[in-house]
């Protein structure tokens, strides 16, 4: 039986803001310098939060495809952006635009199965369903992507003789990168994999909460809860996988020789 | 002639007119460090390519021959010897698999470990090997893939003498008998006197004497 969630009243949201002063006190007393960055992070999420409650709201109701796509694509972009700030090595132009592509190929698979076989739901573009799920997987590859990336091209530095050792024994590109390619790969799947270990038991999950909150039954909540990790495991897999694959023969030239940047 | 070098330049470091390193036989470089040694070997390997001339292998130029065949032929040993994870004998093995060459049994690979005088089992860890057994595991490495042209850069220079001496008299008795080209940079003139039929002296980046011995 579904039942409506108890809405929080203007005055009662404005009472949690007083949290937020009393950890203002806190840092004030302790003389941790932090109180113009927490302020401007209650401030930035206040404003976020609303407009995309507004868009959210008007988008929802309005069930254009177009809408919904937009907003994936929006995400998208946003996700891709977030990336390039968030890895702090430098980056060649040609391994930019393969995270960009990893991102897109990757997530959009796994979307497609996602929403089409998986879930089956009708019309396919609802925008109930596409844009928070697609915002998970979004958002959990993109931090696959940051970690596996990061790994890559410190991998390619810190492991130059050892690449270089293998090229001149005669090891193709592809045999001499394959350790730094499978340890960037693991890398970014891991934390994935990790958090399936304690979901249910150390905590829940935001999704399935946010469900059970709502009033859907605790049952319906886990088969959502398990189909979208599934699907965030692979979509973290396949754009990874993307990335350092590809990524990787950013290191080579047409002549098999380890080329670094920066 | 093995290799020919026709007015290479390679950044700041390498300037060449003209120079040939004849077939199956030993050549030492010599010269001292800075002076470019290094860059050439690894121009002679394509793991760079000059910025102007040509490096013909055979008679080829070796901006033509696949990078990956020509290395399977003319392979390079590092001044720092790669060392591979796992044991002695996973890294004797790797080499063949870089160069998708069948695996060898125990006994070969035991032969090729005293070759280079190196006395551990083929289970020793590799990690736990010192700098110099490093380089002999290294050089064993390559003897291992038998390839028609040996780059060695200073192969014994963490070796104490009279391990240096045994080490270069096996791999030069090793090419000798199997007429392969050695081409070995060393650090001193008296080993290039004993060992090389050819002796180059690198200088500021170009070729200053080169005598047969």
Not at chain 2, 37 to 63: A, M, V
Request: hydrophobic share 50%.
């Amino acid at each position: 039986m579904m039942m409506g969630v108890v809405d929080i009243g203007f005055f009662n949201l404005l009472a949690g803001y007083a949290l937020i002063l009393v950890v203002l006190v806190m840092l004030r007393q302790r003389n941790i310098k932090k109180e113009t960055e927490l302020l401007i992070a209650v401030v930035r999420m206040t404003i976020q939060l609303v407009l995309v409650g507004y868009i959210l709201d008007y988008i929802l109701g309005s069930q254009r495809m177009w809408m919904t796509l937009a907003a994936v694509a929006i995400m998208e972009v946003f996700a891709v952006q977030n990336i390039y700030q968030r890895v702090k090595i430098d980056m060649t132009p040609r391994f930019r635009s393969i995270v960009a592509c990893s991102m897109a190929f990757g997530t959009i698979i796994t979307m497609i199965f996602f929403f089409f076989v998986l879930l089956s739901v009708k019309p396919w573009y609802s925008p109930r369903y596409v844009i928070p799920l697609s915002g998970m997987l979004i958002g959990n590859s993109m931090t696959g992507i940051t970690l596996g990336a990061e790994r890559l091209l410190r991998g390619f530095h810190d492991k130059k003789e050892l690449i270089e050792g293998a090229l001149m024994l005669g090891a193709t590109p592809e045999r001499a990168s394959r350790e730094i390619i499978n340890e960037s790969f693991t890398a970014a799947i891991l934390p994935t994999i990790n958090s399936m270990v304690g979901m249910g038991i150390v905590f829940l999950p935001g999704m399935m909460s946010g469900q059970i909150l709502s009033g859907v039954p605790a049952v319906t909540a886990i088969k959502y809860q398990m189909a979208i990790m599934f699907a965030i495991l692979a979509s973290v897999a396949f754009t990874v996988f993307i990335l350092v694959v590809w990524g990787s023969k950013t290191f080579f030239n047409d002549r098999a020789q380890l080329v670094l940047y920066g | 002639m093995a290799f020919q070098l026709e007015q290479v330049k390679y950044k700041d470091i390498l300037k060449i007119d003209k120079f040939q390193i004849p077939e199956a036989k030993i050549t030492c470089i010599i010269g001292e460090s800075g002076s470019g040694k290094t860059t050439l070997l690894r121009l002679l390997n394509n793991l760079i390519s000059p910025d102007e001339g040509s490096i013909f292998y055979k008679g080829r130029n070796i901006e033509d021959i696949d990078p990956i065949q020509l290395r399977r032929e003319v392979v390079m040993l590092p001044q720092n010897p790669t060392v591979f994870s796992g044991s002695v004998k996973d890294n004797l093995l790797i080499g063949l698999e870089f160069a998708e060459k069948d695996e060898v049994r125990n006994d070969v690979l035991s032969e090729i470990l005293r070759l280079a005088q190196l006395d551990k089992p083929l289970s020793t860890i590799a990690s736990t090997l010192s700098g110099g057994e490093k380089q002999r595991l290294a050089l064993a490495r390559i003897m291992l893939l038998e390839p028609e042209v040996i780059l060695l850069d200073e192969p014994t220079s963490a070796l104490d003498e009279g391990t240096e001496e045994r080490v270069i008299e096996s791999v030069v008795e090793f090419a000798k008998g199997k007429t392969r080209t050695l081409i070995m940079v060393v650090h001193s003139k008296s080993i290039a006197q004993r060992f090389a039929d050819v002796a180059v002296t690198i200088q500021g980046g170009g070729v200053v004497a080169e005598e047969g011995l």
